[in-house]
């Protein structure tokens, strides 16, 4: 009897368990259910990117700063939170060719290389769909010559024969072609057909994405002659604070001409990646993408001090981001995107909370105030090391120093790239700045960022844009820098200087 009952007890504890692990699975199967796993191989149908299904996907992502810039947000970490809590389904890894230790500026090219490979791999990891950008924007190293294009096939070549087997994967093969760069669409039709051409030879069906003229804003030139393919989209940028109701006119005439489109970057703040942002012209583009079914990517995943960055400056986190670690730009975005960080069970539950939180907000302000009183106190102390005064820049106040962060040879001319400090020696606030560069020989103005330029035979003067005018005392700012062209080689800097 005893022995039946137990036998009878096993099997119960036997069917209980198997229940349970069954429960379990199905559990974690929908748990589990990813961008990717439902909704398998993209490809374009018509003016559409669709699923392995044929239905209409919208592609939902954010962009990395550039991967040199800002490796740090290149993580499973990272990339989890902007599926699991931004509401992103893609992720662009933007690698730029030119600026800031570009792939054809002499940048560390295996680097580089390695970081896609990290990205490509969380993003698979993930189930997530990944962008791989060949970021060209300011390099006058004509990245459509026959230089540029060499590079641009040997690169997506090794890409492709990495990826092919890839079901996630998307080429982006210039980013932002302008009149500067050599991108008329004539010359961008010959490019793509050549790198195109490559990469097909490999990969047969991965979506590739063609950047248009004008910074990618031309869609509606590149809808009068298309090129011939499959699984090709045209890139559409806006910064809705620049980008208005015309720019969308030209999206609307090259979508009724049939073209397929997709907005691999864009932005709330003006075109400078910066500037106020304008939430009510970014709303409208929104709503007119999604009439259309047309997917979008956000610039950028960083705390740079610029409003399209997504993460407020502060912010040292690479990953694990609340809701107010964000940026104006990154609240609106995972607010559009429905990211569970904006939701909005979440919003009552916190305005529920509120009315407490804000008397002990109120309790922790009085104490900060006594600490703010401490560090007066010990500021007050200190005082004969720095002092509250604003002055201007001289050169005996602040120090400007170059450096050589790249240079190259496209047949034609040489050129180099350099990154610009300015120092504050003094003990005082610099009110602004000004610095004048000399060359040994004559320069033409290749590219620069983040400054205001008057290029002159060989001597080019740098003045501040609004966020790097001021220098506090004994700090610098950095990541100022240009792009320079000489007709001989070796043509060395003379001297920087702070000038009046
Ligand atoms: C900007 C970055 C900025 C960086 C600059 C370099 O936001 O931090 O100093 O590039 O030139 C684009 C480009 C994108 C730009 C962005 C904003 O694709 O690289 O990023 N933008 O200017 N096209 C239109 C705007």
Known sequence: MERRYKRKGLLWLGSFVLILILGFATLTCTAGATPVSENGALSVRGTHIVNARGNTFQIKGVSTHGLAWFPEYVSKAAFQDLRDNWGANTVRLAMYTAEYGGYCSGGDQAALKAKIDEGVKAATDLGMYVIIDWHILNDNNQPFGPAGQNAAIGFFTEMAGKYRNHNNVLYEICNEPTSANGGSWGNIKAYANAVIGAIRQIDGDAIIIVGTPTWSQDVDVAAQSPLSGGNLVYALHFYAGTHKESYRQKAATAIQAGLPLLVSEFGISDASGNGSLNTSEGNKWISFLNQHGIGYVAWNLSNKNESSALLKSSVKKTSGWSLSNLSKSGKWLVKKYGGKLS??????????????????????????????????KTTKKTSAKTSSKTVKATAKNAKASVQVTGSWFDGQRYYTQYKLTVKNKSKNKLSGWKVKVKFQNAVQQSGDWNGKYTFKSNTIVIKPVSYNKKIAAKKSVTDIGFIVSSAVPDNKVVSAKVVK
């Open 343 to 376: 939701g909005k069970a979440a919003d009552t539950s916190t305005k529920k909370k509120s009315s407490k939180k804000t008397t002990t907000a109120k309790k922790t302000t009085s104490k900060k105030t006594t600490a703010k009183k401490t560090t007066e």
